[in-house]
């Protein structure tokens, strides 16, 4: 009895919480536009959208997005009509595959949504890509330490010269050296 | 009573001298270093203790003077490359007495630019992520390791020719400090000179002659490749390498000369360093000065006739925009005055110059007060940059200064004509402020450059920047000052070695043999 309470307290302050996200209408987007254009054509991108239940939401702004590898890019908004359809003309074409997102940032009433498209831009010339590696592979490092190498080893023979040197000065006797330099 | 030992050597007094008294030019010489330095040390510690906000730095300038200075010295740091490996491997002889100051050069170069990076850092402590997380495909991280060779190679190079006469002043100057001669005691090794001990001495320094050679040219082609290897106008060019080699080689035998001009006038070391050694080093930096000129044109020929948007940009900006007064004051003073003054003894028609009455030291001085005079009315007035009532545009005071200046020039030409060495050394200081010059448009316009459709960025340079510099040139100095206190600056036991007979032209100049 005393767990059925505590859970009915906590659901209802959960309630309370997500009270407004609960209360929400759900909506759904979708677009449609070509899989394909020619280079310097426009890409015409039809968006629709409707709640759950599939009932078209008039007066919503959308926002078309232009998505790359590190953002997204807001290029044009349009607003939704009667049949909660909105329609963009994209034309700014930077790469030979684009990705289209259409958005809809909701409100107090309906939750956001959004949906993607991509586009093949056909025409443009592109360079097949060449792969390079971002670390130095194996034999690379190995030359670059052994040049290092070499170069510290012919200090380490210049160094052993200096020893040869003191050795071949030995030890003084009576505190002096056996044969003085002027 | 001790009996009085002929001194066997009596040539190498002067060279000895500096090593047994200190004059009270030294002492101020090295007062007023010191006080540069601490000027520079609170400059950076009000730098540590504010941040980077106290310079002239920012979020598009981010490197200054600083890496100005770091390139500076790693360029003149060459000095001892060149003079002393190439000139030994290739067996020139006149080489000899030069050697040493060149060695001393290349080590004290190193040891006040390398820090110049860590001071443009901001937070010096983060040079310990270049060794815990740094990548071997960073053109920083192949500095830091040629570098730190390059310095340990020099610091070898430099000792391995000293034993020999650190063996003959730990047995020659007995008067001088206890710790002077125990220093010396240490740093001959027990030499005797012995012929296995000169077998082994000459063994190690050939290695380090010819091993230095290419650790040299890599350390400034690294250096040439932190620019080379960025994307922006100006930096990304294939022949940075190269370009900042000769560029190196160029400023370290001017640093050389200018050296040798000092330690000849100040301790009377021609006996040594003769006429001939500063024609030889002057044609050198002739030769380097053409290079120099050749790579100049080639760079900037090459970027303006692309006419790619950045490259126009930076070179409009460098030609005719806010860095020409930099760019042309450089060209001119940096490449080609030296260039007339190393050619000056070949140049017949200076002597006509004597008759020219304009070129006289009255109508000179005359002029030069008259342009005093403007230009101080003008700056008073507040007036030095607009055109206003008084009707004189600034330019106009600019281009007479010019005028003046070369006219000054001119009527000096003749009498650099009688002084040769004078005339090289000048020479050479100029190339040491113009390639300073050089270094700074390297850095700071490429910085300034918009990447994207923006404005310029602005540097300026501020008390801060200036302080650590001037302290940074200051332990350059001291370093030096307090190298030819305790050492040698002549190799004696080389110049011994060569016999060299050449007299030196002079009264004070002493044949030197062995």
Known sequence: ?182 | MTPTVPDPHPEERPVLRPLQRTGWGFRLLVAALLAVIAAGAYAYVTQLRLGLGVTGLNNRVTWGIYITNFVFFIGVSHAGTLISAILRVTGAEWRRPITRMAEAITVFALMVGAPMVLIDMGRPERILSVFRYGRLQSPILWDVISITTYLTGSLLYLYLPLIPDMALLRDRLTEVPRWKRALYRALAAGWRGTPRQHAALERGISAMAIVIIPVAISVHTVVSWIFGMTLRAGWHSTIFGPYFVIGAIFSGIAAIITAMGAFRWVYGLGGFLTDRHFRNLGYLLLTFNLLYMYFTISEYLTIAYGAEVKDTTLVHALFYGAFSHVFWVMLIIGLVLPAVLTLIPHLAPIDLLRRVPALRPIPLGVGAAILGGVGATLHVRGVAYVNTTLGVHHDVVLVAAGVLGAAAFLALLPVLKQRPVASIVLASLLVNAGMWLKRYIIVVPSMALPITPTEWATYQPTWVEWSITAGAFATFILLYALFAKIFPLISLWEVREAKVPEPAPGARAQEVVA
């Open chain 1, 1 to 182: 009895m005393k767990a059925a309470v505590v859970l009915l307290v906590l659901a209802g302050i959960l309630g309370m919480i997500t009270g407004r996200a609960v209360a929400a209408v759900s909506t759904r987007l979708s677009v449609t536009g070509p899989s394909t254009v020619g280079m310097g054509e426009e890409i015409s991108v039809e968006a629709r959208l409707t709640t759950a239940d599939d009932r078209p939401i008039a007066g919503a702004v959308l926002t078309l997005f232009q998505v790359g590898a590190v953002g997204q890019r807001a290029m044009s908004t349009a607003t939704t009509d009667a049949y909660g359809i909105a329609w963009f003309l994209h034309s700014e074409f930077t790469v030979a595959y684009l990705s289209l997102r259409v958005a809809y940032a909701g409100d107090a009433a309906r939750a956001p949504a959004n949906a993607d498209l991509s586009v093949e831009i056909t025409g443009i010339e592109v360079a097949p890509a060449v792969v390079m590696p971002h670390t130095p592979s194996l034999p690379v490092k190995t030359v670059l330490f052994l040049l290092l190498g070499i170069v510290w080893l012919t200090y380490a023979f210049a160094a052993s010269s200096i020893l040869g040197i003191v050795r071949e000065g030995g030890p003084r006797r009576g505190g002096g050296t056996a044969r003085v330099v002027r």
